[in-house]
């Protein structure tokens, strides 16, 4: 399996899970000193959000680094949230569906005909630019990355309405396998619940789903 080393990083991570409401989030921590937080839908069985902790350069607390999902705002002194950009600046974001990867970069007005969206295999990312210059972007796509593949423009489809664009990429068979593999790992971690019979029964739910 092309995916062999990000399945063994998984399975030799020290994992923990807990259920909230109809939401498991997983938290890894493993060997090479890294940690990365997964939250997964028992309605979907799909991945939600994706973090990793990361030190501070400057020598701060560390902080989360969004992979997938919606970005938090920071809070202040105060603890009020504080906005980290203009309203009016693109914003990206990431989701996964049960067959593919979706990106929304929202806060783009300009018309459909003025967006290029190809696949750059070589830096294994999906380049987004506009003819106009006001917005060039490199997405990168590390699940391709961890099972070894390249993106292709085949597999791209795009959209745009109400000032976002949509880029969608349909999932590769191997990335597919490579997400059931995991959940099948998952299966067997310790899970706080309230209820021990429902979270037994929300996983048993969530494998049906794959």
């Not at 693109?90 to 049960?98: I, S, W």
């Not at 706080?192 to 029964?201: F, N, P």
């Amino acid at each position: 399996m092309s995916f062999t080393n990000w399945l063994n990083k998984i399975k030799t991570a020290e994992k923990s899970s807990v259920i909230n409401r109809r939401n498991r989030r997983v938290h890894y921590k493993f060997h090479d000193g890294q940690e990365m937080t997964e939250e997964y839908s028992m309605d979907t069985g799909v991945l939600q959000r994706r973090v990793w902790k990361r030190e501070n350069t400057l020598g701060g607390e560390p902080y989360w680094e969004v992979e997938l999902g919606e970005k938090m705002r920071s809070l202040n002194n105060e603890d009020k949230f504080i906005l980290q950009k203009a309203v009016t600046e693109p914003v990206l974001t990431k989701r996964l569906t049960k067959n593919n990867l979706e990106w929304r970069i929202r806060n783009l007005p300009y018309p459909f005909e003025t967006y290029s969206v190809t696949a750059t295999p070589e830096e294994c990312c999906i380049t987004v630019r506009t003819t106009n210059k006001k917005y060039f972007k490199k997405i990168q796509i590390p699940e391709l990355a961890r099972c070894e593949l390249k993106p292709n423009q085949q597999s791209i489809s795009v959209q745009h309405q109400h000032n976002t664009l949509i880029i969608t990429y349909k999932k590769p068979q191997l990335l597919l396998e490579m997400e059931k593999e995991v959940l099948i790992v998952l299966q067997s971690v310790d899970t706080e619940a309230d209820d021990y019979d429902k979270c037994t029964s929300l996983l048993k739910e969530l494998m049906e789903k794959q």
